[in-house]
């Protein structure tokens, strides 16, 4: 049972203009959350992460949003780069519950493209 | 600094075999866990060790086996081989603690024949 839904397999977006992934969960025992970056042949790269007594957070041309009501968050990037062209995964945790550490709930991924 | 490694980069085995990957952590990070990802697939949770010890186990068969050592590397087992094992053995090590930020590595492309 997918617990993290990433419900676009693909975003194609024009340089500078922003870039808005959506990731939805159903456990409402996640607390944490992640996005990770993964090129072809490469390992998944930590992006940006926001824990659930924070709505938003940002990092450079990177920002989550956290809508907990609606079990809804995403990731908006601007403006986008062709270099940012990779696979995103939204990734969950259930930390204050005794999740296991290093146990982390992903979603099937979306692909980005980012065109001149 | 190095990053997390992990060999053989790719392999391929026929079923019924066993195979041993590996994987070193980034230098102080004491713990490891393993993910299994199917091409169009997100990462799914296999293993968790903390200072050597299992600390968590996803939804795998007992075929899969882990352990990790003193210097904190660690090593996943998975016997009598599957075509369904085919997929691509990401480790990602952290500093443990709440610091659920992992540190993945390229992975291990398993082929099972």
């Known amino acids: 049972d997918q617990q993290v839904k990433q419900n676009s397999p693909s975003l194609s977006v024009q340089e500078g203009r922003i870039s808005i992934l959506n990731c939805d969960y159903t456990n409402s025992m996640f607390d944490y959350f992640l996005w990770y970056k993964k090129y072809p042949a490469e390992g998944p790269t930590f992006l940006i992460s926001?824990?659930?007594?924070?709505d938003k957070n940002e990092d450079g041309r990177f920002t989550v949003f956290l809508n907990k009501s609606a079990k809804h968050l995403s990731l908006h990037i601007v403006p986008s780069q062709p270099g940012d062209s990779a696979v995103y995964f939204c990734a969950a945790s259930a930390i204050s519950r005794g999740s296991t550490l290093g146990r982390l709930y992903f979603g099937r991924g979306t692909q980005l493209t980012v065109w001149p | 600094d190095a990053g997390v490694t992990q060999s053989p980069t790719h392999l391929i085995k026929t079923r019924g075999q066993q195979v041993t990957l590996r994987c070193s952590p980034i230098s102080g990070h004491k713990s490891v866990s393993w993910y299994q990802q199917v091409l169009g697939q997100g990462p799914q949770f296999i293993f968790q060790y903390y200072e050597k010890e299992e600390r968590g186990r996803g939804n795998f068969p007992d075929r899969f086996s882990a352990r990790q050592f003193p210097n904190y590397s660690s090593e996943l087992n998975v016997n009598a081989l599957l075509l369904g094992d085919s997929a691509l053995y990401l480790c990602?090590?952290?500093?443990?603690?709440?610091?659920?930020?992992?540190?993945f590595g390229s992975g291990t492309q398993l082929s099972v024949l």
């Open positions: 990602a090590s952290s500093l443990g603690g709440n610091n659920e930020k992992l540190f």
């Open positions: 926001i824990s659930s007594i924070k």
